[in-house]
T-cell receptor
């Protein structure tokens, strides 16, 4: 079945540092890929998505590129801020519509001054 | 933007009691709602898919008699944990699908069974 593997956290960075959170997946067919973010005390929010190979999703300075050859969708940001501290979830949907998701375990990011 | 609200956000109950968690879409009609369970340091596990006016579709290994799901309207789905036991303690999250490619999540409900 489908699965998503994320790097384990927590990840602690200083403000303005470069961020990479690795995500790889296993799926049949051609899934859509997502990154969700969960800020403390809030629900999951869609951060970015990509629906086909070589697509790049981007939002709020975060980027991730759908790499079919390496089955990866790594999340990157060039300069993190304290306000980026949250839990980040990689997810896939094999139905195209993004409605039924398989999640990774989540990676907690803590950004310090 | 669209908002999904869960209630209660936290609940503590005694073993053997039943607990109901509500999931509401506040400004849109949700054709489909999903219920997830999240264990500490683990991913969200899909429990069931709920379509308005029909029976929920449960994932393999999820006890339908333990986790009762009702989707009585296009804006409300409820999850009832029947005769809860300590092993049912977890973080339960719902999501609602707009039917137009967007999915929104509730804030989650933490259940603690003593």
């Amino acid at each position: 079945g489908d699965s998503v593997t994320q790097m384990e956290g927590p990840v602690t960075l200083s403000e303005e540092a470069f961020l990479t959170i690795n995500c790889t997946y296993t799926a049949t067919g051609y899934p859509s890929l997502f990154w969700y973010v969960q800020y403390p005390g809030e629900g999951l929010q869609l951060l970015l998505k990509a629906t086909k190979a070589d697509d790049k999703g981007s939002n709020k300075g975060f980027e991730a590129t759908y790499r079919k050859e390496t089955t990866s969708f790594h999340l990157e940001k060039g300069s993190v801020q304290v306000s980026d501290s949250a839990v980040y979830f990689c997810a896939l949907s094999d139905q195209g519509g993004g409605n039924k998701l398989t999640f990774g375990t989540g990676t907690q990011l803590k950004v310090e001054l | 933007g669209a908002v999904v609200s869960q209630h209660p956000s936290r609940v503590i109950c005694k073993s053997g009691t039943s607990v109901k968690i509500e999931c509401r879409s506040l400004d849109f009609q949700a054709t489909t709602m999903f219920w997830y369970r999240q264990f500490p340091k683990q991913s969200l596990m899909l429990m069931a898919t709920s379509n308005e006016g029909s029976k929920a579709t449960y994932e393999q290994g999820v006890e339908k008699d333990k986790f009762l799901i009702n989707h009585a309207s296009l804006t409300l789905s409820t999850l009832t944990v029947a005769s809860a036991h300590p092993e049912d303690s977890s973080f339960y999250i719902c999501s609602a699908y707009t039917g137009m490619g967007e999915l929104f999540f509730g804030e989650g409900s933490r259940l603690t069974v003593l």
